[in-house]
């Protein structure tokens, strides 16, 4: 695989950006700047060629994902994504460089798969090429940013992790009234004075959290105050990367949230005493990515091995801050199984694509053991922090299976809205000829406080009138349309798009329905209404 004359003509393009972002900077920011490309460009490219190659074929997401680990392990990624957040909280040109490179990287590496297709078969040695490497040049640029920003002194903070800190505050909170263990547990961290907090940046670079493969700290951490300008749109840019912060915890302010003040960006925590703090009490399991709960067709739930589906759904009508009316939807799928256990299923693929051992050890409040009472259906929870508590399901409807190649002609919708007016429309158009039409479309029409005397302000398409009440419409999102090719078989129906990918979902009928077309529609975990008038 002709990778390395690929990678090299890829590479040039970040350099470019660099030295239009950096154009007018004084020259020590202009130097920095040029240090920190050599840095920025494999720590946005990796991820983006493996992402491009995910893409292109889903089924490898889980291996790419484990080879990106390995890259990252290999040459100590998280110290150099450290190092510059860190510089780009303080020079902005280097941060305008960030920007552009992360920007472009995505389109670098799909333009890069498109000429040599190749290169995804390739990706474990592509990912070794020197060109994405960390080397002692890196290590010398590294070693030039941290000297510019200094390095840690004695009497630093001491440095923590997130799941150190959460464990710190379960223990507070233990065994207390929630205000009262909420106060205890600020009053306990924040007696630890200046804090180091190594994290991974999550929830799109509003939060901090300690990331590993299968387990997530218990409680993030949110800086709210930055010591630096612009250091908060520099950690908002780093989403998914590894940062070095200090500051104050300010307040606990709910058993998940830890907020702390004073921040400010760091790039090595060299000299940091490392806090001994047991951490255990301070993780849980880490909620599956789609990818990972998803093992393949019919590699989970054996069709023979289920007794029921069950399928619960309530909403209701509430208002918001505002007034603006919303539907609160509440919808669960459980799969009885018939060696007494259960499965709360809350994925859109089928129950038979689980990748069960996942589920099992990562989804531990989702098992049951199930009887039933008369008509109710009973449900104790088998595992994890629920344990022995017992779920009555009354009012439920058994979901039944599709005879394999039903089609029918029949329009349905779902349609949700949100709290601040957001309105959700999506359609599902079926054809007896096996096709199916597929548009999705949003809007917003709700109240919203404003100024006294009113304002209007119009972007991206979206318009918002203000005004102590005043009415907003706005519309959010393009609407779209695509055809695709639909199959039934059982609880399974699957859609090819023209592009060749096929998509498993899951798909019922109530037990009560015998009409055909039938009235309403279990898809992908939800109900959709049918509209004969369509």
């Avoid at 695989?1 to 920011?29: F, K, W, Y």
């Avoid at 994504?81 to 920007?99: D, G, I, K, N, Y």
């Avoid at 002692?136 to 800190?165: E, F």
């Avoid at 005043?470 to 999102?477: D, E, L, Q, R, W």
């Amino acid at each position: 695989m002709p990778a390395i004359p690929v990678l090299r003509l890829g590479l040039a393009l970040p350099a470019l950006l660099l030295s239009a972002a950096t154009a007018g900077a004084a020259p020590d920011d202009e130097a920095l700047g040029q240090i920190a490309a050599r840095l920025l460009t494999p720590l946005a490219l990796a991820p983006a060629l493996t992402e491009a190659c995910s893409q292109r074929n889903p089924q490898q997401r889980l291996a790419n994902a484990a080879l990106l680990g390995d890259w990252r392990r290999r040459n100590g990624v998280d110290g150099y994504e450290r190092s510059t957040a860190a510089l780009a909280a303080q020079a902005e040109p280097v941060a305008r460089a960030m920007a552009a490179i992360e920007g472009k990287a995505g389109a670098l590496a799909a333009g890069m798969i498109d000429k040599n297709p190749a290169v995804c078969a390739g990706l474990r040695q592509l990912l070794a090429e020197p060109s994405l490497g960390f080397g002692p040049d890196m290590a010398g640029a590294k070693a030039t940013i941290d000297a510019r920003l200094g390095a840690a002194q004695a009497g630093a903070p001491t440095l923590y992790s997130v799941a150190q800190l959460s464990a710190l505050a379960q223990a507070v909170m233990a065994n207390r009234p929630r205000k009262d263990g909420l106060l205890a547990a600020t009053a306990a961290l924040a007696r630890l004075g200046p804090v180091a907090v190594t994290a991974e940046v999550v929830n799109r670079g509003r939060t901090l959290q300690t990331v590993e493969p299968e387990r997530q700290s218990v409680m993030t951490l949110a800086c709210f105050g930055y010591a630096q300008p612009g250091a908060g749109k520099v950690v908002e840019a780093w989403n998914g990367r590894q940062i070095l912060v200090t500051g104050v915890v300010k307040e606990v302010w709910s058993p998940s949230n830890i907020s702390m003040t004073e921040c400010r960006i760091l790039a090595d925590g060299t000299g940091f005493a490392k806090a001994k703090v047991d951490d255990g009490a301070g993780f849980e399991m880490r909620r599956p990515s789609e990818a990972e709960a998803q093992a393949g067709p019919d590699q989970g739930i054996a069709l023979a091995d289920v007794a029921d589906v069950l399928y619960k759904f309530t909403s209701s009508s509430r208002l918001d801050g505002f007034g603006n009316g919303y539907i609160d939807r509440e919808e669960d799928t459980y799969v009885l199984l018939k060696d007494g256990t259960a499965f709360r299923h809350d994925w859109s693929f089928p129950f038979q694509d689980l990748n069960l051992p996942v589920v099992r050890r990562r989804q531990p409040d989702n098992w049951f053991r199930w009887s039933r009472s008369g008509s109710d259906f009973v449900l104790t929870h088998s595992a994890g922090k629920l344990a022995g508590q017992t779920i009555e399901l009354g009012a439920n409807t058994v979901l039944k299976p599709l005879p394999a190649g039903t089609t029918f002609g029949r329009y349905y919708y779902f349609l949700t809205i949100g709290m601040g007016g957001l309105r959700s429309d999506r359609g599902y158009d079926f054809k007896p000829d096996g096709s199916l039409v597929l548009s999705h479309s949003s809007l917003v029409a709700a109240k919203t406080a404003g100024g006294a005397e009113g304002v209007g302000v119009s972007a991206g398409g979206t318009t918002f009138t203000g005004g102590a009440l005043n009415g907003f419409v706005a519309s959010t999102g393009a609407s779209g349309k695509e055809s695709v090719r639909y199959r039934i078989d059982g609880y399974v129906i699957s859609l090819s798009h023209a592009d060749g990918r096929v998509e498993r979902r899951s798909i019922g009928v109530p037990a009560f329905d015998d009409t055909m077309p039938p009235k309403s529609l279990y898809f992908g975990g939800e109900t959709l209404w049918s509209d004969e008038k369509k």
